[in-house]
């Protein structure tokens, strides 16, 4: 129904180790990725454009894909606005006490989603340039090394993709997917959601303080549906008007939503802005939830809500009665072992 065999993903997990020691902020997704761009711009650009957004090649470069992401000619949707959906999703490292020590790990992840798949080696160069760049605060930077990168979602989960001894390529082999998730033998008509990273979605050009699940599910369908079309080539076909009224139908059980907020500097705006979003658990009930399982399992890669390529919008589904994951497969962990996660 949703499409899931079509869309192709691909998750890299990056195992860096701190040359220096120093302060950086508590959550780092913006901070990856405002250096990341940096980087892959360095790494992905053959002619380093200062115009981005008038890139003179016949195919956009690995840098103008992930993060310029044009809006062809011939694209009939989305026309409107100036540049698509990224093509990648940041996963960044748990909240930490800011507090990094020479030899201390960072581990962060990024899943690709159709085309993306393809720049991995330009991705891999560009965090190791950024690595050894350093990270955090201008002027206060961490030196870090990258030392290695691991496939973490699928069938090649913990495949060793590349190692700062031998510096060797092994291809980013992803999966669909719909391989990913194996269909509940029942589904309960309530729907625990954990919001891990600040979900950010906005109405009337203001920010959500109240969730409400139709408001939740219309941001995950313009999610898969953007990704679908933009970056694997494949049309939506669904009924979103039925959808959302049915979304309509369903309420809040229980909330433990606040709102989370962290300054950041934007090279864009030239200036500090907030990064606010929701965080914590919320609870909805009613008879639709089982019908938009799929879209809500899917959305755990996709994430939902605004600023996904800084790590925003990640959540998980949750069982209530266990505190445990629901729905979720396992993921490589940089230590060597297995957990369960999305």
């Not at 979103?240 to 705006?269: H, M, N, P, Y």
Request: hydrophobic share 40%.
């Amino acid at each position: 129904m949703y499409s899931l065999d079509k869309l192709r993903v691909g998750r890299m997990t990056f195992r860096l180790r701190a040359l220096g020691s120093g302060a950086m902020p508590r959550f780092l997704g913006p901070v990856i990725r405002g250096a990341f761009g940096h980087a892959l711009l360095r790494a992905g650009c053959p002619r380093r454009c200062e115009d981005k957004k008038r890139c003179e090649l016949a195919s956009p470069c690995a840098y103008v894909y992930l993060f310029e992401t044009p809006v062809s000619e011939e694209t009939k949707r989305l026309r409107k606005n100036q540049f698509l959906p990224h093509p990648f999703v940041l996963i960044p490292p748990p909240f930490h006490d800011g507090d990094w020590k020479r030899g201390d790990d960072l581990y962060f992840s990024m899943t690709l989603f159709g085309r993306g798949l393809e720049d991995m080696p330009h991705i891999v160069a560009a965090v190791e340039w950024m690595a050894e760049r350093g990270l955090g605060r201008k002027g206060r930077w961490i030196p870090f090394q990258l030392l290695e990168v691991r496939e973490s979602l699928g069938p090649a989960l913990g495949t060793l993709l590349w190692h700062h001894e031998d510096r060797q390529f092994v291809s980013l082999r992803g999966c669909e997917a719909d391989s990913l998730f194996e269909a509940p033998s029942s589904v309960s008509r309530e729907c625990h959601v954990r919001f891990e990273t600040p979900l950010r979605i906005e109405e009337k050009k203001k920010l959500l303080r109240e969730l409400s699940f139709r408001a939740f599910v219309r941001s995950l369908l313009s999610r898969l549906s953007s990704v679908l079309a933009f970056h694997c080539g494949v049309e939506l076909d669904v009924d979103f008007r039925g959808l959302l009224e049915r979304a309509s139908t369903v309420g809040v059980r229980s909330s433990e939503l606040r709102i989370f907020d962290q300054k950041r500097s934007s090279g864009r705006q030239r200036r500090e802005v907030w990064l606010g979003g929701l965080r914590g658990d919320i609870v909805w009930e009613g008879d639709a939830i089982a019908e938009l399982w799929p879209l809500l399992q899917v959305g755990q890669l996709l994430h939902a809500g605004k600023s996904t390529a800084q790590g925003l919008g990640s959540y998980r589904l949750v069982d209530s009665t266990t505190d445990e994951r629901r729905g979720v497969i396992p993921e490589h962990v940089s230590d060597g072992s297995i957990r369960m996660s999305l």
